[in-house]
């Protein structure tokens, strides 16, 4: 599906509303299902060729791995990687524009990562900023799972000031993007392994 598809300007158009009134939006069937089955693929051979690594916690010479905080595995994506990566790169910097045009953020640039969750992993409760640097301003993360189900947990918890607390499903195709300095949430540990694409929206 082109970005620029009648479905594609309506979903546009209801993640630039969700995000001004209320800080995140979730949309369904924002992928393909071909570029999504591609996507995940590409991330279980990257991940079988040991390109993936412990997600590690702070920045620079803080940085460590804590797996009693984060289990995922990462890879950054970089342009030519792969093709399925290479689309979802374009469709991610068509967002970004998308995003200047009607908020105003000044995003300037997008940083992304594919993730692994093992089964049992998690992340527990945070913000996606750094304390020393607020270069992030929209957090967007968007499932490659297959057929997943309730009983399988790995929700994104998500913790809207004064609101209830809201789990997402990692639904295979789906987005969820937020501001990044307002919104803490977690990833609940799940029953099978759980992937990802997970990226952020700077200003420089
Ligand atoms: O995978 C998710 O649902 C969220 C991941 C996350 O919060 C992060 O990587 O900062
Ligand atoms: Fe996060």
Redesign the pocket.
């Known amino acids: 599906m082109s970005i620029s598809s009648p479905l594609m300007q309506q979903i546009n158009h209801s993640i630039i509303d969700d995000l001004a009134e209320h800080g995140w939006s979730h949309q369904r069937d924002f992928l393909s299902p071909e570029l999504t089955l591609a996507l995940a693929a590409q991330c279980r051979a990257n991940a079988a060729a040991g390109n993936l690594i412990a997600a590690g916690v702070g920045r620079g010479t803080e940085r460590t791995v804590q797996q009693g905080i984060r289990g995922?595995h990462i890879q950054w994506l970089e342009a030519g990687q792969s093709d399925p990566t290479d689309q979802f790169l374009q469709i991610i910097e068509q967002l970004r524009c998308r995003l200047n045009q009607e908020l105003y953020l000044g995003l300037e640039e997008v940083e992304c990562h594919f993730?692994l969750y093992p089964p049992g992993a998690f992340?527990q409760k945070?913000v996606?900023r750094f304390h020393d640097d607020d270069h992030r301003v929209v957090?967007m993360?968007i499932y490659l799972n297959q057929d997943w189900l309730p009983e399988h947990g790995g929700a994104?918890r998500l913790y809207p000031e004064g609101e209830p607390e809201r789990d997402i499903l990692?639904l295979g195709a789906s987005l969820?993007l937020f501001l990044s300095a307002a919104l803490p949430?977690e990833?609940l540990a799940a029953t099978r392994e759980r992937l990802?694409l997970?990226g952020w929206f700077r200003r420089r």
């Open positions: 995922d993730a992340y945070h996606d957090s993360v994104l990692p969820v949430h990833v990802s997970t």
